[in-house]
């Protein structure tokens, strides 16, 4: 294995067989100044090693999805989960990423936003699906916030997420099946043809058609 680093980023390149069957996965460490000076009671291994080192060894940790390092004791703690913790000062949060999507702990998902390129609704779900992802369910107010604060999202572009009415006309679900709420304000209106699918607009979700091409957001379960 190996691996390289920045400042506030860090690129380990390990072996995978979990999710995703055996294969080996580039993945970049970003680091969460948002959950520092944290020790977490999630803990898969705890040593003394640099910081490449460390995220070089968590990458091939099974059920890591990030790691905590403390640059004063240089103590690497590969983590599967960030929901219990106490108060370790000098500790950083590296969350990991692989193919440009980014795991959370809190809401259990990897997610990418798709930004650069757009695709009508059937396309975007391709996408998804070819990453072994699918078009992201948003069926909490916390994974909508998740997503709109993401530094890529931008509030006038639509973008697609994987919730239709094509069940039943204007009764719009996830693909989950659960019911789709945070409309924005007279959403859904039908105010087109064939408004059947569904995508966050000004941090809102509107209907819209599915032919029309967008930006959209894939998600994959951790399981």
Request: proline share 2%; aromatic share 10%; with cysteine.
């Amino acid at each position: 294995m190996t691996a390289s680093m920045s400042l506030n980023h860090v690129e380990a390149v390990g072996l995978q067989s979990r999710m995703f069957g055996t294969s080996i996965r580039r993945y970049n460490w970003v680091e969460d100044k948002s959950e520092a000076n944290r020790l977490y009671n999630s803990s898969l291994t705890t040593t003394l090693a640099s910081l490449i080192t460390c995220t070089a060894a968590c990458s091939n940790a099974i059920d890591c999805t990030a790691a905590t390092y403390n640059n004063s004791t240089k103590e690497c703690n590969c983590i599967n989960n960030t929901t219990s913790f106490t108060s370790q000062l000098g500790n950083m949060l590296w969350r990991r990423k692989f193919d440009g999507f980014i795991f959370d702990a809190q809401l259990g998902w990897y997610i990418r936003l798709f930004v650069n390129t757009s695709h009508t609704h059937a396309e975007a779900e391709s996408v998804c699906g070819n990453h072994g992802a699918r078009l992201a369910v948003l069926d909490t107010s916390d994974k909508l916030s998740y997503v709109t604060g993401l530094p890529d999202y931008r509030p006038d572009i639509f973008c697609y997420v994987g919730a239709m009415d094509e069940q039943s006309d204007g009764l719009f679900t996830w693909s989950t099946g659960t019911s789709v709420t945070n409309w924005m304000l007279d959403e859904p209106n039908g105010l087109h043809l064939d408004e059947d699918c569904v995508a966050i607009f000004n941090n809102y979700l509107i209907d819209l058609p599915c032919s029309h091409s967008n930006n959209f957001v894939c998600e994959i379960e951790y399981k």
